[in-house]
């Protein structure tokens, strides 16, 4: 069973996502913030992240970055991140990108999907 974590400040879309991805075969582990998520990867070993832009701390982007750029968290380099966020403006879009994420979904988020991209995900990690 996959194991997801999920990053976003807002507690009823944590639950909307955990009550969700359980029901679609997934297990979750759930921060608030973006400090505890760069703990929690490093704690739990992800599959793969689902990651809100906009937490109280850092941005989902700079928790991006620093996943895909510091040396402490090297070996989690690799693992597939997806944003979710309100902000659905092509600036925000290029720059999470940029950052490294593996995808952008806006919410209200399309469960279909975002099931469909997270197994091809984790499918092409699987693959590497």
């Not at 070993?45 to 689902?50: E, G, R, S, V």
């Not at 937490?55 to 997806?82: H, N, Q």
């Not at 902000?87 to 990108?97: I, K, N, Q, V, Y």
């Amino acid at each position: 069973m996959p194991k997801l974590l999920i990053v976003d400040d807002e507690p009823l879309t944590v639950e909307m996502l955990e009550t969700f991805l359980a029901i679609s075969g997934y297990q979750t582990v759930a921060v608030l913030n973006g400090a505890d998520a760069l703990l929690m990867v490093q704690l739990e070993a992800p599959d793969a992240i689902l990651l809100d832009l906009q937490l109280p701390d850092l941005s989902g982007i700079e928790v991006c970055r620093k996943l895909r750029t510091a040396p402490s968290l090297s070996a989690f380099a690799e693992v597939p991140v997806i944003m979710i966020t309100a902000h659905g403006s092509p600036e925000m879009r290029r720059r999470a990108l940029e950052a490294g994420a593996n995808a952008y979904f806006t919410k209200p988020i399309r469960f279909p999907e975002l099931i469909a991209e997270l197994t091809r995900l984790l499918a092409a990690r699987q693959a590497k």
